[in-house]
């Protein structure tokens, strides 16, 4: 297990939320902000947490924030200014709008360390999930070079360099469950509910 001095844990919440409506990582999910509950799932595994958001909203929940430095880009855009804010090789990077991610479930993408991969990440129903996965932080000049040329798909950073998936188990689905519309909401509140 690499040890918590080593990595920084890394929130995307620069999103513009169209979707949902309203500011994806302010939502309450059992009484707790989405970003407060990436914040806990994180908090045991990593020393410093880093928010990418220009929003100073996220401000209040006492984690350095830091706004990104190619504006309007996306994800990409926001991985890449947190890894080139970060001060350590690994990093635990989340988007905002997955509250259900826990620190066990994060803690698997830990344990492939020595074998070197530049992203490790997960995938679930054949998908890929490059918004809860590790990243060394190397591949901060990669997001610089695709976002140079206009490229903003993060699949394109993935397939450009050494990457492991690990397959998100059946009963594990839930955790990685992604929220962009009320719709989404509905489904999950309902879903932890019972
Ligand atoms: N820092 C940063 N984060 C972003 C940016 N775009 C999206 N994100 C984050 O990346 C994650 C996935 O974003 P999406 O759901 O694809 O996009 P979104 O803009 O948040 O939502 P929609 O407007 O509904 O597409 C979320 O956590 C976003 O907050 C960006 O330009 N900068």
């Known amino acids: 297990m690499i040890d918590p001095k080593n990595i920084t844990g890394i929130i995307l919440a620069g999103g513009k939320s169209s979707r949902m409506g ?15 509950h990436s914040i806990d799932a994180l908090r045991p595994l990593v020393n410093t947490i880093l928010i990418v958001s ?26 890449h200014s947190g890894l080139t804010h970060s001060k350590t090789e690994h990093n635990l ?50 997001c610089q070079e695709l976002l140079a040329n206009g490229e903003r798909r993060l699949r394109k950073l993935v397939s450009a360099v050494k990457t492991k998936t690990i397959t998100v188990l059946e009963k ?11 719709e989404d909401l509905k489904t999950i509140t309902n879903a932890i509910d019972h």
């Open 22 to 36: 309203r500011e994806k990582g302010l939502i309450l999910l059992d009484g707790k902000p989405f970003i407060q």
């Open 54 to 79: 220009s929003n100073a909203d996220y401000d209040a929940f006492g984690v350095t924030r830091v706004e990104d430095i190619i504006i309007e880009s996306g994800p990409l855009a926001g991985l």
């Open 93 to 142: 990077v989340i988007s905002c709008d997955v509250p259900l991610v826990t620190t066990k479930f994060l803690k698997k993408l830990l344990s492939y360390e020595k074998e070197d991969y530049d992203i490790i990440q997960f995938e679930a129903e054949g998908k890929s999930i490059p918004l809860i996965a590790l990243y060394k932080k190397q591949c901060a000049d990669r």
């Open 172 to 182: 594990e689905r839930l955790l990685v469950t992604n929220m962009n519309t009320v």
